[in-house]
Each structure stands twice: as structure tokens, then as C-alpha cells.
């Protein structure tokens, strides 16, 4: 079945350490999407891209990095810069950017300090 | 800045209709009305979107008023797998940036056996 899929589930993070969060889509998506949603708030974007070797920042980059070598994947790191990590991690795909295309979302990597 | 306006929460009678309302007063001419719902601990699920006439998939139906001021979302026949919080989400057709899906706080729909 088409759709996205979000690597690991739950990911615990040591102070000082960078941790990298997968997200694969076979549903032939140019653009993909990294969102932070936190408890009872609705979702913040951290970066999109619209094509393969194009990135963007969104709302709230700041700590985070991603890359786009192939247009299957898109994968986040969360560096030690990023003083608040504990959050919801959502990756999601639409046809492109802008239009009319919704986004189709992952299940999400639940990430925590330890 | 929040464009919608919805209920916080809601019940509904297992296999009757769920009717879920939105206000977007604010809607201009290019914006669609987007409806997405989220399980607990899962990612937001698309649902429908509409722009000015009535939509109908196989999860649910979209009523736009004809002013586009508000719409409401109908599960036909809801089941506890309905359960879930639902967002209304207004955004333009032509933006270019991708930061474009506001989720508010939704509505709580809990269905009741």
C-alpha cells in the first residue's frame, strides 16, 4: 500500500547527541514536510521541500537540519542545538507544494530527553 | 493567526450521522476548507477539501454555505473508529511557501456506543 512511513516510533535522545528521525514515501510525492507538534497545540513546520536537493526552512528550523538526496526520503536531524526536542515528530507528503494538494501524513516519531 | 472556529468537543450516537461545524468568517475567495482528524498518538488523516461547492468521498461529506462563511463535515454513519479530534483548516490555493496547514485546536469527537 502507498503511503508514509516514519522511523522509529519512540527515539530517546541523550544531552549534547544528535539523533536523525526516517521518513520514506512511496506515493510518488514531490514535496515532503517535517512538523513539531506539542502537547494540546497544533503543528509547527521545521522545513519542507518541494523537489530532490531543495530544502527550505519553515516557521521554527532552528536546532534542526534535513536533507533531500532522493525523492523517496527525507530525513530530519535534531542536533544539540535544539534546546526543546521532546515533541511529536510528523512527516508529510503532498503532490507539490501549493495547489490544492493535501498532505498525507506519517504516524509520527514520538522523541524524548533522557 | 487561528481562521477557523470550532466546537471543542462533541458527542455522537454510534451509527447515526456526525455533524462537525466550522466557522471561517474570514475566508477569501482562493482559499479552500481542508478537514483532517487525528488518533491519539497518530498522524493527522486527510479527510476532504472543498472550495465552494458540496464534496462527497468515501469518509465523509463537506457542506460549504454559499457565503463560504462556515462548513460542516458529516460522518454518515460514525463508528468508534470515528473517534478523533477533527480540524478545519482554511488555506489559499496559490501560496507557494509550505507553511499552510494551521491546525487549531479541533473538535473532540467521541462516539458513543
Known amino acids: 500500500d502507498g503511503g508514509i512511513t516514519q522511523s522509529p516510533k519512540y527515539l530517546f535522545r541523550k544531552e549534547g547527541q544528535n539523533v536523525t528521525l526516517s521518513c520514506e514515501q512511496n506515493l510518488n510525492h514531490d514535496a515532503m514536510y517535517w512538523y513539531r507538534q506539542d502537547p494540546g497545540q497544533g503543528l509547527r513546520l521545521i522545513y519542507y521541500s518541494q523537489i530532490v536537493n531543495d530544502f527550505q526552512k519553515g516557521d521554527i528550523a532552528e536546532g534542526y537540519s534535513v536533507s533531500r538526496e532522493k525523492k523517496e526520503s527525507f530525513p530530519l536531524t535534531v542536533t544539540s542545538a535544539q534546546k526543546n526536542p521532546t515533541a511529536f515528530y510528523l512527516c508529510?507528503?503532498?503532490?507539490?507544494?501549493?495547489?490544492?494538494?493535501?498532505?498525507?501524513f506519517g504516524d509520527g516519531t514520538r522523541l524524548s530527553i533522557l | 493567526d487561528a481562521k477557523t472556529t470550532q466546537p471543542p468537543s462533541m458527542d455522537c450516537a454510534e451509527g447515526r450521522a456526525a455533524n462537525l461545524p466550522c466557522n471561517h468568517s474570514?475566508?477569501?475567495?482562493?482559499?479552500?476548507v481542508y478537514w483532517y482528524r487525528q488518533i491519539h498518538s497518530q498522524g493527522p488523516q486527510y479527510i476532504i477539501h472543498g472550495l465552494k461547492n458540496n464534496e462527497t468521498n468515501e469518509m465523509a461529506s463537506l457542506i460549504i454555505t454559499e457565503d463560504r462563511k462556515s462548513s460542516t463535515l458529516i460522518l454518515p454513519h460514525a463508528t468508534l473508529r470515528d473517534t478523533a479530534v477533527y480540524y478545519c483548516?482554511?488555506?489559499?490555493?496559490?501560496?507557494?511557501?509550505?507553511?499552510?496547514?494551521?491546525f487549531g485546536t479541533g473538535t473532540r469527537l467521541t462516539v458513543i456506543p
Open positions: 508529510a507528503s503532498s503532490l507539490r507544494v501549493g495547489g490544492n494538494q493535501p498532505q498525507h
Open positions: 474570514t475566508i477569501s475567495g482562493n482559499e479552500y
Open positions: 483548516i482554511v488555506r489559499p490555493h496559490y501560496q507557494t511557501g509550505a507553511n499552510n496547514l494551521f
